[in-house]
C-alpha cells in the first residue's frame, strides 16, 4: 500500500491550503486515516483523523474550528482542509493509514502506512 500526500506549499497566515492523501489501495476506506505533522525541531504530532467511511472526526485542539478532515472512497483519497493558517502551523505533514487494532488514533506507532509528506509553509 502507497499513499501519496499532495497539496502544501507556501501561503500567508490566513489563507487556506487543502491536503489530500491518495492510497493505492480501495480496502483502505474501511479503516481509521489521519494526518500528522512535524515542525522543525518537534515531533510528530496529531493533527486530525477519520474513521472508516468518514462516520466520526477527530481533531487536535490547536486546529478545531480551522481544520476539516473528509474522505471519498470512490477516490481512495482524504482531505484536510486548512483555513486561517498560522505560521505556527508550518510543518510538514503526512498521512496515515489503517488504524491497528486497539491502536490510538493520536500516536504516530498506531498505524501501518505513511505517506512521504507534504511541505506547508505560512508565511506572517
Known amino acids: 500500500v502507497q499513499l501519496q500526500a499532495s497539496g502544501g506549499g507556501l501561503v500567508q497566515a490566513g489563507d487556506s491550503l487543502r491536503l489530500s492523501c491518495e492510497a493505492s489501495a480501495r480496502t483502505l476506506s474501511r479503516y481509521t486515516q489521519g494526518w500528522f505533522r512535524r515542525a522543525p525541531g518537534k515531533e510528530r504530532e496529531f493533527v486530525a483523523a477519520i474513521s472508516g467511511f468518514g462516520a466520526r472526526t477527530y481533531y487536535a485542539d490547536f486546529v478545531k474550528g480551522r481544520f476539516t478532515i473528509s474522505r471519498d472512497n470512490a477516490k481512495n483519497t482524504v482531505f484536510l482542509q486548512m483555513n486561517n493558517l498560522k505560521p505556527e502551523d508550518t510543518a510538514v505533514y503526512y498521512c496515515?493509514?489503517?488504524?491497528?487494532?486497539?491502536?490510538?488514533?493520536?500516536?504516530?506507532?498506531?498505524?501501518?502506512?505513511w505517506g512521504q509528506g507534504t511541505q506547508v509553509t505560512v508565511s506572517s
Open positions: 496515515a493509514a489503517e488504524l491497528k487494532p486497539g491502536g490510538d488514533y493520536r500516536g504516530p506507532s498506531g498505524y501501518y502506512y
